[in-house]
């Protein structure tokens, strides 16, 4: 296992390469992935800039939640946790992005086994009356031998408070278009229209299908009933996604910067988002007593 650090304009950046065809490239500014590469190709839509890579206005690759509930109970703008209320002001509806808050406790472990880096967030009150102080902590690792990345995802809190948190990450596994990218979720529930219901025809990935085919692109939260893993493929390569999270959104179409990217021929390119995720029908908080503890893993294969 090799690694190293640098710094650009402040911002830390930290490699890891297994040496058995996987290199990661993480900033604890943001629990960031910048970028996965596996038998030397780019596996994530990324901007070549990192500077534009850590811009608030992109997502990509970052940890990012909501500070709010997902449900406002009236027009009021109130909400309930555990029978109290709290005011969820407008000027916090946008997205909080877990970002500039982060401590590197110190430096990944390095052993015959695991890369490793751990991030602790500490979130204060806020002004709109979250009533509590949440902790995250994040850490990614990377396998010796199996090409694989762990995403363990940890938060508590000193009193019931709302909160959410998933990563970003935007799968293209080297291809330029969405045309060569290929699609397996083995599940028959999907949140359309608002609605948790059974898939229909366009909505159906059980059997593998590309993800070029629907007009505007897909932007849905699919239910994972089983264990089993999401695939997305191409000619090349495929990837496994396992979670324990109970929703995995996935998106397509959606770049949201114009930036040149880091793949060769330095255009902007479309993937796919697989997002493991909290169920967006429900309000999600935290407490005492009822922690969060999620673990994605992501695996490359070679064909």
């Known amino acids: 296992m090799k690694?190293?650090?640098?710094?650009?304009?402040?911002?830390?950046?930290?490699?890891?390469?297994?040496?058995?065809?996987?290199?990661?490239?993480?900033?604890?500014?943001?629990a960031a992935i910048y970028a996965i590469y596996f038998d030397g190709e780019i596996m994530n839509v990324t901007p070549k800039d990192k500077l534009?890579?850590?811009?608030?206005?992109?997502?990509?690759?970052?940890?990012?939640?909501?500070?709010?509930?997902?449900?406002?109970?009236?027009?009021?703008?109130?909400?309930?946790?555990?029978?109290?209320?709290?005011?969820?002001?407008?000027?916090?509806?946008?997205?909080?992005?877990?970002?500039?808050?982060?401590?590197?406790?110190?430096?990944?472990?390095?052993?015959?086994?695991?890369?490793?880096?751990?991030?602790?967030?500490?979130?204060?009150?806020?002004?709109?009356?979250?009533?509590?102080?949440?902790?995250?902590?994040?850490?990614?690792?990377?396998?010796?031998?199996?090409?694989?990345i762990y995403i363990d995802v940890k938060a508590l809190s000193d009193s019931a408070t709302p909160m959410s948190i998933h990563n970003e990450l935007c799968f293209s596994l080297g291809s330029k278009n969405l045309n060569e990218l290929y699609l397996t979720i083995p599940t028959n529930q999907v949140i359309d229209q608002g609605e948790l219901q059974e898939v229909n025809k366009e909505l159906d990935f059980r059997k593998k299908k590309n993800v070029s085919t629907r007009v505007g692109g897909y932007d849905n939260f699919y239910r994972m009933i089983n264990k089993e893993p999401i695939i997305l493929e191409n000619s090349k390569y495929k990837m496994e996604l396992n979670t324990d999270y109970e929703y995995v959104k996935i998106e397509t179409d959606n770049n949201e910067v114009s930036y040149e990217s880091l793949q060769n021929d330095n255009k902007v390119h479309r993937g796919v988002k697989i997002i493991p995720h909290v169920n967006p029908l429900e309000e999600n908080y935290i407490s005492k007593a009822k922690r969060f503890h999620q673990i994605t893993t992501i695996k490359f294969y070679k064909k």
């Open 52 to 148: 534009v890579f850590m811009d608030k206005k992109s997502k990509l690759g970052k940890s990012v939640g909501p500070i709010s509930p997902y449900k406002i109970i009236n027009k009021d703008d109130i909400y309930q946790i555990d029978g109290k209320e709290y005011k969820y002001l407008k000027e916090n509806k946008d997205i909080e992005y877990v970002i500039s808050h982060f401590l590197f406790n110190n430096k990944p472990i390095l052993d015959t086994h695991v890369f490793s880096g751990s991030y602790v967030f500490k979130k204060k009150k806020m002004k709109d009356g979250l009533p509590g102080n949440i902790q995250y902590f994040i850490s990614y690792a990377i396998s010796d031998y199996s090409n694989e």
């Open 3 to 30: 690694y190293q650090y640098y710094k650009i304009d402040n911002i830390v950046f930290i490699e890891a390469d297994n040496e058995h065809g996987l290199k990661i490239v993480i900033s604890p500014t943001g």
